[in-house]
């Protein structure tokens, strides 16, 4: 083989209506360290459909590259082969791959293919498990509603959502999407508190619209950054109010800059101050509602509320 002049990386990320999962992002990155290690010049190509602004395949000048490497995946398929043609001039090297018919025209168009498995093959370790690791991100919780048609032209429950979905996607954080509602049909949900709470002590922050959302994270000691999605204020206003929870915007400050500073604060003081709350929550010095459940069972009590 020549000594490569640049080299260009590609891979099922590459492709127009291929997908980029995170063992094939991480085994690129394996990729690139060994390359850049060696000081060896290479572009990486990415399909447009994942990152608009990137280098993409239908903007490649082949002429540019002396060498194509397929980074993980399977081998198999038109794209594959096409790229065998479009960069007939290159030496081409798959690395990290899985090798389904070693006969294919997509296999076989390559002059080394370093398989991860192959038939007849000892398989190898995936590019993705020696990776570089990057630093942890935080890991957020989502728990947001569209119903309450209760509260009739207060709400602002579609707005809320839009505005604060649209700000997580540009965070760099890891977003579960949850639910408070308990299902025993649907593997997807949890079917008792026990469970959803195993989730919420595991999670870094939780972002929310509903009181049982607020509440139940700072039962578990993971700061909640809470939303009212009424207009005025209504059921978690008051709950934040009754927890002491200052991690509060109403409907019209869940802007981005809103947003943004409760973040900070979850992340950083807010830590402690949930822990101190499921703490307080756990004694004996919280009232609620139901401590005046019996005297109202015996008739003492003769308003509607107090």
Known sequence: MTTPRRILLTGWFSFLDGEATAGDVLALARTEEVLGRAGLAYDVVWSPGFR???????????????HLVFVCGPLHGPQIEELHRRFAHCVRVAVGTSVPDPAAPAVTGFHRVLARDAPGVTPTTDLAARAPAAPARPVAGVILTHGQHEYGPR????????????W???????????????DTRDWRLCATPAQLAAVLSR??????DRLHG????????TPALAVDPVEGGAKVTAQALACGWPALLSADEAGPEG?????????????EAARRTR????GDGVQDAVDGLLPALDGRQSTAYG
Request: glycine content about 8%; aromatic content about 6%; hydrophobic content about 45%.
């Open 52 to 66: 608009p602004r990137a280098l993409h395949l239908e903007g490649v000048r082949a002429e540019r590259y002396s």
């Open 155 to 166: 709400r602002r429950h579609d707005r809320v959502a839009e505005q604060v979905t649209r």
């Open 168 to 182: 997580m996607a540009g965070k760099d954080c890891a977003r579960l999407e949850l639910e408070t509602r308990l």
């Open 203 to 208: 999670l870094d922050v939780v972002v929310t």
């Open 214 to 221: 607020l509440v139940l994270a700072l039962r578990a000691g």
């Open 259 to 271: 947003l943004e500073r409760w973040w900070g604060w979850c992340l950083g003081a807010g830590r």
């Open 279 to 282: 703490d307080r929550f756990a």
